[in-house]
């Protein structure tokens, strides 16, 4: 049995019952429902989770909709009020014969599309938090409409209605805008530039890539990643073996040093900087971090750049960027 001591004072023994001290021990699973209900409504998804294997008092309280009400965003209404038909066909997520911990449990597995279509929603599991996915029809990307560089195509693998099938560029810019004020507040979000590799995917084994994320108007965070799908085969050596390059805006004859550079070069691994494959088949690469504060009314810009190599590089499909709190 669960009890606790109203006060207290001087060393206790840790036993089923909590004591010590002056106070008179009670029974926690004695309080009211709804008492246990807005304790609970206080933690966190996962904690509610918890909870509910305590005992069948706290199961009922952590269950009920007053709990997980307080987990869903206040505005779901609205966001939900403007959602599209998902693909693949989803159960409609707004139906009224659900409860509020069966609403938010679907959000969290089955993504919401939102604004005509080019922008998914869902909750993280473990904090309720919002996540977003923009879709790679809303994303600007450069050379997009131009069919000998890229392409539309429908994957039915995919959440949203067309992917952009990267042919081939030599000049690779991708960026994404999400309003600050969507997001929730006081949260570390992180986002991930989310696609796949395809067979002919060539160019990007060795070329760094520039990825950025910052508030519009202020300066961004930068690193390099690689958006080499075939990452695998190279784990655990140590080094790359870089294939031959096609130079698009240079001649490489006229790059000094690089006849003798060949087709070997080392480089040391850092896992962090190679894509990761998601539960739904897809990969993802991360572009990095920002801290939401809330009440700003800002625009949060993600950036993917490879515009100094002067590769050709192609064989990537890109389904969007994601936006997803951070798990401390």
């Given at each position: 049995m669960f009890k606790f001591f109203l006060g207290g004072g001087g060393n206790q023994e840790k036993t089923d019952d909590v004591g010590g001290g002056g106070g008179d021990p009670?029974?926690?699973?004695?309080?009211?429902?709804?008492?246990?209900?807005?304790?609970?409504?206080?933690?966190?998804?996962?904690?509610?989770?918890?909870?509910?294997?305590?005992?069948?008092?706290f199961r009922s309280a952590a269950e009920s909709d007053a709990v997980w009400d307080k987990f869903l965003p206040p505005e779901i209404h609205t966001i939900l009020s403007s959602s599209s038909p998902s693909r693949p066909p989803l159960v409609s997520p707004s139906s009224t014969s659900k409860t509020k911990k069966e609403l938010f449990l679907a959000l969290c597995d089955n993504p919401v599309l939102i604004e005509q279509g080019k922008l998914s929603f869902s909750l993280d599991k473990w904090s309720g938090k919002k996540c977003y996915m923009i879709a790679a029809r809303a994303l600007s990307i450069v050379w997009a409409d131009t069919p000998h560089y890229w392409r539309w195509i429908s994957v039915p693998d995919s959440r949203f209605e067309e992917v952009a099938e990267l042919i081939s560029v030599c000049w690779l810019e991708?960026?994404?805008?999400?309003?600050?004020?969507?997001?929730?507040?006081?949260?570390?979000?992180?986002?991930?530039?989310?696609?796949?590799?395809?067979?002919?995917?060539?160019?990007?084994?060795?070329?760094?890539?520039?990825?950025?994320?910052?508030?519009?108007?202020?300066?961004?965070?930068?690193?390099?990643?690689?958006?080499?799908?075939?990452?695998?085969?190279?784990?655990?050596?140590?080094?790359?073996?870089?294939?031959?390059?096609?130079?698009?805006?240079?001649?490489?004859?006229?790059?000094?040093?690089?006849?003798?550079?060949?087709?070997?070069?080392?480089?040391?691994?850092n896992e962090a900087q190679y894509p990761k494959e998601r539960n739904d088949g897809w990969l993802e690469i991360e572009l990095g971090e920002f801290f939401c504060e809330g009440g700003e009314g800002g625009e949060l810009e993600m950036t993917c750049l490879e515009v100094r190599g002067g590769q050709w590089k192609g064989g990537l499909i890109f389904q969007g960027i994601e936006v997803r709190p951070k798990r401390m």
């Open positions: 009670m029974d926690l699973q004695a309080l009211p429902e709804g008492c246990i209900a807005t304790v609970v409504s206080l933690t966190t998804p996962r904690d509610a989770g918890t909870m509910s294997s305590v005992s069948r008092s991708i960026r994404g805008k999400i309003g600050t004020r969507m997001l929730s507040p006081s949260t570390f979000y992180k986002a991930f530039l989310v696609f796949k590799s395809t067979a002919g995917a060539h160019g990007f084994g060795n070329q760094p890539v520039e990825v950025t994320v910052g508030l519009i108007g202020q300066e961004p965070t930068k690193h390099v990643v690689f958006l080499d799908g075939q990452r695998g085969q190279t784990q655990g050596q140590g080094y790359h073996i870089a294939g031959p390059w096609r130079i698009g805006l240079f001649n490489r004859r006229h790059i000094p040093g690089l006849q003798s550079f060949q087709s070997f070069q080392p480089r040391e691994i």
